[in-house]
């Protein structure tokens, strides 16, 4: 039985951070377990950008600061060097959005390109990751999904959304470098699930190259798992599963009320807990077939993750087993599994200030929407500054 409750080092889980660090971290926590806080710095954010108002530096030593490794590949090294220090690896986002022509998307798929090749020869970034409608139109990639008749134009745009993935993921498997597939909203998601089946019949065929991302608040995710591992073993590849809870929830369930079909969101949060854990362990009760990639910052779930892997006889550091968190976020998870030898990585966007502001707002409104994970992370850094202080009275008397 996991017995040691792990999690509760914050002296190991915040090591890295100085004491400026760790009070820029409890200023940004406090600030975001507000909503009427997040609401009205969303508003003024976005006022003064669209003004043009010098507010990037002031956005740079903040939230951009706690959320993002830098604006460049070159700025994140650092960073990813000194965590890898602690055996926690780190994962390149480029987390630009928003972007509607051809031309911006060929750009992003050429960043990705580069990224992949930045990293190849890089242990501590084991990983690339990209965003379905960061390489073509959400409105293709629903229409697709809808399986609504394209006209000429779009067609011809869904044809190089198609050619834009499949050079990814070749590059990917060319450089022998995993890459994860970002899951979007549902009604888009069809499209994405399948072009990224494809990729993984044509990639995953030794080894798990291809992750999809699977999106464990649907409550129709764990049949979807079930039958793409029937479908893999039938074709003869490889699953790589990215599990999340999700991120759109109530995007999610306002559109299915606005339009008048079941909501695709579990019920509850408690719901979307049983689902995320039963994915889990279908996975890892069939790793002869998937790997295992487990994006969450919730810590029983963590802990169910280290049972299972013993239980199993599973070592610690078992290639197909990875556990990831959001950098800036759930320090003693990451760290501390690190420590203890499971495989663990961070996941740090990165791009310029302005262009990243979109993903920070939603990072700071997830983080309102998610009951007690706020107040976690708060507690944590204020456990660990008064173990400072502690610890400083001591060494003055």
Not at 68 to 78: A, R, S
Not at 81 to 89: D, F, S, V
Not at 337 to 354: E, H, T
Not at 379 to 391: I, M, N, Q, T, V
Request: hydrophobic share 40%.
């Amino acid at each position: 039985m996991i017995t040691t409750k792990i999690f509760n080092n914050t002296k190991r889980a915040f090591s890295l951070k100085t004491d400026g660090e760790l009070n820029r971290a409890i200023f940004m926590f406090k600030s975001i377990g507000s909503p009427v806080m997040v609401k009205v710095g969303t508003f003024l954010t976005n006022v003064s950008l669209n003004l043009r108002l010098p507010v990037e530096g002031l956005i740079k030593k903040t939230v951009f600061n706690q959320f993002c490794g830098g604006v460049t590949e070159e700025d994140c090294l650092p960073n990813i060097r000194k965590i890898y220090t602690k055996k926690l690896h780190g994962i390149l986002d480029y987390s630009v959005e928003g972007k509607e022509t051809d031309e911006e998307f060929d750009a992003a798929t050429q960043r990705k390109i580069n990224i992949i090749k930045f990293i190849a020869d890089k242990p501590e970034m084991p990983f690339a990751v990209f965003k379905p409608t960061g390489v073509g139109a959400f409105d293709i990639w629903a229409k697709v999904t809808n399986k609504e008749t394209l006209t000429a134009e779009e067609e011809e745009s869904w044809n190089k959304i198609k050619d834009r993935v499949k050079r990814l993921c070749k590059t990917a498997y060319d450089l022998d470098v995993c890459v994860l597939v970002d899951a979007e909203e549902s009604w888009m998601q069809d499209a994405a699930d399948d072009l990224i089946e494809e990729m993984m019949a044509l990639y995953n065929k030794e080894k798990v190259i291809i992750f999809n991302t699977i999106q464990c608040y649907r409550w129709d995710r764990l049949q979807y798992i079930k039958d793409l591992h029937e479908r893999g073993q039938a074709k003869g590849f490889k699953i790589g599963a990215k599990i999340v809870r999700g991120a759109y929830m109530e995007k999610e369930n306002a559109r299915a009320s606005k339009m008048g079909y079941p909501t695709p969101i579990c019920e509850d949060k408690e719901a979307t807990d049983v689902n995320f854990n039963a994915v889990m362990a279908y996975i890892m009760n069939h790793l002869e077939d998937f790997e295992l990639f487990i994006g969450t910052h919730n810590e029983v779930s963590s802990y169910l993750a280290m049972q299972l892997t013993q239980d199993r006889d599973l070592a610690k550091d078992d290639g197909r087993i990875w556990f990831a968190q959001l950098y800036g976020m759930s320090d003693h998870i990451s760290f501390n599994l690190a420590a203890n030898g499971y495989n663990s990585a961070k996941l740090i966007p990165f791009g310029p200030v302005r262009d990243v502001v979109p993903y920070l707002i939603r990072r700071a409104q997830e983080n309102t929407s998610v009951k007690g994970q706020t107040g976690r992370e708060l507690a944590l850094l204020l456990e660990e500054k008064d173990r400072r202080k502690g610890k400083h009275k001591k060494t003055i008397h």
